[in-house]
């Protein structure tokens, strides 16, 4: 507790010289702010306005965007070219009802469509209203493959309008063109919210020649105190200033740039008092966690979601209480394991001698005997024999197994190789062997290991399928490695099972050693892979290995 106490005590002067640093600065700013005020209040207002000027140059640009993109796709409706191939017939009955519900947006006055000429042909909805036709004069862009003809100002009884035209081309050929008669007050009302009572007002600028309010009313040429960019080629927001007297927005600003100062004070106290909680609460599990593993519970994780260097620590302390573990686990395998080969070595000669003449006896006592039952009962003998003679060699593999000898092996051999091995065993039992993967992948590893690794994992998957099923077996690369991969779709394993799986004389199987799945797993180790057990239960298991691949691969 004292070494975070410490910590903690170190956080908290760094904690106040953090607030000294913060707030000697502000002070001055605040202090000098008053000398200054006009210079700043200036640049941030007008940093504040442009910025808000520029959103509503790129929402108006959004704005047409959408009608274009709406236009694009009436003409690429193939009924709409079908239409100007003979614009005698009536309009197509599903071209019209699109065309009606397209035009019933408030923002579309009608949707016309137009001869190669530009002469009008058809308009929706039928208003009957007589438009002020363009002229020479109206200001023409193209934006996007899209004429934008306007803005034409509307007269006593009809209002302003701008006009979206695309032309239908088919064959590489013009063949008429349809076009969005838009409404311009939907365009220039957006800049409504940039109008500040009695400072300036917004207007609408095409081409320095045209200019419009934000209810598309023409307004006299002025000069202006901000330009946006270009909403389309020759389109610009100004920014015409009333009056000179910005001083109530500068006070404003100035108020709440005093309010923040204050406030900032506020939350700087107040962040210390929360952060010397915090590092105690998070400084608090790692004392606990070292004091854990000094009493040699190595399973106990600490609490990782610290933020920052706290947590690369934590996150460090449980790598090191993982390696510590697998450290002493590894030395204790180690010694279990040297003790076994030499209780091995010795449990195989004493019995498989007397198992030798037990054998040689049957076999003399079998080769004279004429009588079936005796027969039987000396093939059964033998049989059992064996079976001990299976068991003992079992274990001498996984007391002492034999040193890999790796060399290249290519993955499409061994595939081959699996299946004319497991065939009869396989099909006896109803399963299906799959074979999937990079097949010219070469793994670098004892090729007797490798054929019997898989022949155990193969063999113990097909166990798990009593009524038949699907073992598959595949191979691809995984990063700098090889992976091999067995699995069923068979019974699987719950959690407590897949936990002992790989344990030694561990057996779920009835006249099973234990052995197959901890010897499998060694040879894995042995050649430089690693073996991992993925299953669920009803659902079925997954043996994944990952081993060197050889430099011969492709």
């Known amino acids: 507790m004292l ?37 700043l209040i200036d640049t941030v207002f007008e940093s504040r306005v442009s910025g808000d000027l520029d959103a509503v140059a790129v929402q108006m640009n959004s704005t047409l965007n959408v009608q274009i993109h709406r ?7 193939a009924a709409t070219a079908s239409f100007f191939q003979d614009v005698q017939a009536p309009i197509d009955q599903s071209l019209l009802d699109f065309l009606l519900l397209e035009a019933e947006s408030s923002d579309v006055y009608a949707i016309e469509l137009s001869d190669a000429r530009d002469r009008l042909l058809a308009s929706l909805p039928l208003t009957g209203a007589e438009w002020l036709p363009a002229d ?3 200001p023409l862009v193209t934006q996007d493959g899209t004429d934008v003809i306007g803005p034409v100002l509307g007269g006593d009884t009809l209002p302003g309008w701008f006009l979206l035209r695309r032309p239908v081309v088919r064959d590489h050929v013009k063949v008429g063109s349809v ?15 940039l109008a500040e009572s009695g400072v300036f007002r917004p207007r609408l600028s095409v081409f320095d020649r045209l200019h419009l309010s934000a209810t598309a009313t023409p307004l006299q040429a002025t000069p202006v105190s901000l ?3 270009h909403i389309i080629p020759g389109w610009r927001i100004d920014l015409v200033p009333l009056n000179h007297n910005l001083t109530a927005p500068r006070q404003q ?5 005093l309010a923040a100062a204050v406030a900032l004070a506020v939350v700087l106290g107040a962040l210390f008092v929360q952060m010397s909680r915090r590092l105690d609460r998070h400084l608090r599990p790692l004392k606990d966690g070292a004091e854990a593993v000094a009493r040699g519970d190595f399973d106990t994780a600490i609490d990782d979601t610290a933020p920052g260097e706290l947590g690369a620590v934590a996150l460090a302390f449980n790598s090191m209480r993982r390696q510590l573990r697998g450290m002493i686990n590894s030395r204790v395998e180690s010694e279990r394991r040297a003790a076994l080969g030499n209780l091995a070595a010795g449990f195989a000669h004493e019995i498989r001698n007397p198992l030798a003449t037990v054998n040689a006896a049957i076999y003399g006592l079998r080769s004279g005997e004429t009588e079936a039952e005796r027969l039987a009962m000396y093939r059964e003998i033998s049989d059992e024999v064996a079976r001990m003679d299976e068991t003992i060699e079992e274990f001498l593999n996984y007391a002492r197994p034999s040193p890999p000898q790796p060399e290249p092996v290519t993955v499409g051999d061994v595939f081959a190789s699996m299946r004319r091995l497991t065939a009869a065993q396989l099909s006896q039992a109803g399963v299906t062997l799959n074979l999937s993967g990079e097949s010219n992948l070469s793994l670098l590893i004892d090729p007797a290991h490798l054929r019997q690794i898989l022949l155990n994992l193969i063999l113990n998957a097909a166990q798990a399928l009593p009524d038949g099923g699907t073992v598959t077996l595949s191979a691809y690369r995984s990063q700098a490695q090889v992976r091999l991969e067995v699995s069923d779709d068979g019974v699987g394993m719950d959690e407590a099972t897949r936990a002992q799986v790989l344990q030694p004389f561990f057996s779920q199987r009835s006249g099973g050693t234990g052995l197959g799945l901890p010897i499998t797993a060694e040879l894995v180790r042995s050649n430089g892979g690693d073996l991992t057990v993925l299953s669920e239960l009803g659902v079925g ?13 492709p």
């Open 541 to 553: 298991t997954q043996m994944i290995m990952n081993f060197p691949h050889s430099e011969a691969t």
């Open 71 to 77: 236009l694009e796709n009436i003409v690429d409706l």
């Open 179 to 193: 076009a969005l008669r838009m409404r311009l007050a939907s365009l220039t009302e957006l800049m409504a919210p």
């Open 227 to 229: 330009r946006s960019d």
């Open 253 to 257: 600003l100035r108020l709440m740039l």
């Open 136 to 138: 020479a004069t109206t």
């Open 3 to 39: 070494s975070a106490l410490n910590r903690t005590n170190l956080a908290r002067r760094y904690l106040y010289a953090s607030i000294a640093v913060a707030l000697v600065p502000l002070l001055l700013v605040a202090a000098a702010y008053d000398r200054y005020s006009k210079q």
